[in-house]
């Protein structure tokens, strides 16, 4: 059992916290919101839009793979080599962005990158988990969800505004720099804390199985009916764009299926296997029924509004006005929220902050709603938009992405810290990837349909009804059996 370069000079936690951080979102927000704003800049319908929000299914399934980061090579490893291969899809996705044809490839590339991204996400929390005491942790919860939401402000805000201005070439460009240049600091300085169970190259063996023949097949299907549908807003044999959302529903969850009846199988016939004992081990505790629950219903108010904010921005005239609100009013907001809710969870602890923090993060949708009936009332057309807007407007929309980004950061501390209560000691990377696939299930297909609803009765109705979606998962919060014992 060997350890990474263990005399390697390293960076102090203030610094690897940030830059791990800082580096999972901003993949995220690259593929799951940024990549809207682009196909809808691009001229691609507002219904083809809202499926972008299928590139979640990566985050989805995660936990599939999430079990073998635990047992072989080492976090560490896993972070450096799912941080290098998207790096070389920043740059890729970069160098097509400027010609017109490119749109279906960039498309596939975007579904592709999910899964290195998920993987990349996992690695880092799985990291996060490892290399600090239970203390540590708990003192760094609102500091890395700064990061992450700084991340966040960074994509939509300096690299949209940069595609908007300058050209998308430049924006996407700039990113696969900043990826680069954290890539080689981690690579230089990222600590090392775990020793090696079993050899990466080991898992040659279970990747090239039938289960990743048929995975292939079904990535192959989307592909092709992704660049019919991209290129010419249709399918070849002439499927709605309802019908096109059904059939894609349908690959995934026969993916699912696929693979959970080959995970059952290996617990039925081997319960001391790598899935048997992470999946087992995390479903072994009081009331998981509710807990699950939960964990899937909790976000979804949230992605119905999130996957629209952008096309939202574009369709009521503010297109140009997005990036600067976002950065200049949304970064130090969303930093606020981060840093005084994890203060207040180490605080006053899990239990108490838990409802009033998700409640603030889901009130957003209700603030989004009446500002898009204030606009809609002052003739403001969807879905084709103005060419100016007041400046009454403008400040009303800074206002928005203030409580946007201030309740964002206070939700993803509450969050963040409640999912990782749920790890176990030997297997945080997965059960962390566990939580939060579940976590994005329901979001991820609520956040598909979300174009075709305000193509059918607008963006104030998708906002009223996204805080509808929210009431259950807050709901459940009161049927969560451990809290008081985790967090108390």
């Known amino acids: 059992m060997t350890k990474d370069s263990p005399n390697r000079k390293s960076a102090p936690s203030l610094i690897w916290v ?20 682009f196909f809808r800049a691009s001229g ?49 996705i970069a160098l097509l962005s400027q010609f017109p044809w490119a749109i279906p490839p960039i498309a596939i590339l975007f579904f592709v990158a999910s899964f290195i991204a998920s993987t990349h996400d996992t690695a880092i929390d799985g990291y996060y988990l490892e290399a600090l005491t239970p203390d540590g942790q708990a003192q760094f919860v609102g500091y ?90 249709t399918l070849p044999f002439q499927l709605g764009f309802s019908d096109l959302v059904g059939t894609l529903l349908l690959f995934s969850l026969i993916l699912l299926i696929l693979l959970r009846a080959r995970l ?46 952008g096309p939202f921005f574009i369709d009521v005239g503010l297109k140009e006005h997005y990036g600067w609100i976002t950065g200049a009013v949304g970064l130090p907001c969303s930093i606020i929220g ?75 501390a509450v969050l963040m810290t409640f999912l990782m209560g749920l790890c176990k000691e030997n297997y945080k990377a997965a059960h962390y990837a566990i939580g939060t696939g579940l976590m994005s299930v329901a979001g991820v297909y609520a956040g598909s349909f979300s174009g075709f609803l305000v193509e059918w009765f607008g963006y104030a109705f998708l906002f009223g009804i996204s805080f509808c979606f929210s009431l259950p998962g807050m709901a459940l919060i009161y049927f969560l059996p451990w809290l008081e014992v985790k967090n108390s």
């Open 18 to 37: 940030f830059t791990t951080y800082f580096t999972e979102g901003l993949p995220y927000i690259f593929i799951r919101s940024i990549s809207t704003f």
């Open 338 to 412: 981060a840093m005084s809710g994890g203060w207040l969870i180490a605080r006053k602890g899990l239990k108490k902050m838990i409802w009033p923090f998700l409640l603030a993060q889901n009130l957003t949708n209700l603030v989004y709603m009446f500002f898009a009936s204030h606009l809609l009332a002052h003739g403001n057309k969807v879905p084709d938009g103005i060419q100016t807007v007041s400046q009454q407007d403008i400040i009303l929309a800074c206002g928005v992405t203030a409580f946007d980004s201030w309740a964002g950061g206070l939700g993803t």
């Open 144 to 233: 890395r969800v700064m990061a992450y939401r700084i991340a966040m402000m960074f994509g939509s805000g300096v690299i949209v505004t940069l595609g908007s201005r300058a050209g998308w070439l430049w924006a996407f460009g700039l990113s696969a720099a900043v990826l680069t240049l954290l890539y080689l600091f981690h690579f230089t300085f990222l600590p090392s804390c775990e020793n090696e169970k079993e050899k990466i190259k080991k898992l040659i063996f279970h990747i090239f199985t039938y289960r990743f023949v048929v995975f292939l097949l079904i990535v192959a299907t989307l592909f092709s009916l992704s660049l019919s549908w991209l290129k010419n807003k």
């Open 264 to 309: 059952l199988d290996h617990i039925k016939k081997r319960p001391d296997s790598i899935f048997a004992k992470s999946f087992l081990s995390f479903i072994d505790r009081e009331k998981i029924s509710a807990i699950i629950l939960f964990i899937i219903s909790v976000r979804v108010g949230e992605f119905m509004l999130s996957s629209m904010v």
């Open 44 to 92: 691609v319908s507002v219904e083809a839009t809202g499926l972008t929000s299928l590139y979640g299914i990566a985050w989805i399934v995660k936990f599939l793979w999430a079990p073998y980061l635990d047992s072989f090579g080492t976090k560490r490893r896993w972070l450096l080599i799912s941080q290098g291969i998207l790096a070389c899809f920043f740059i890729l």
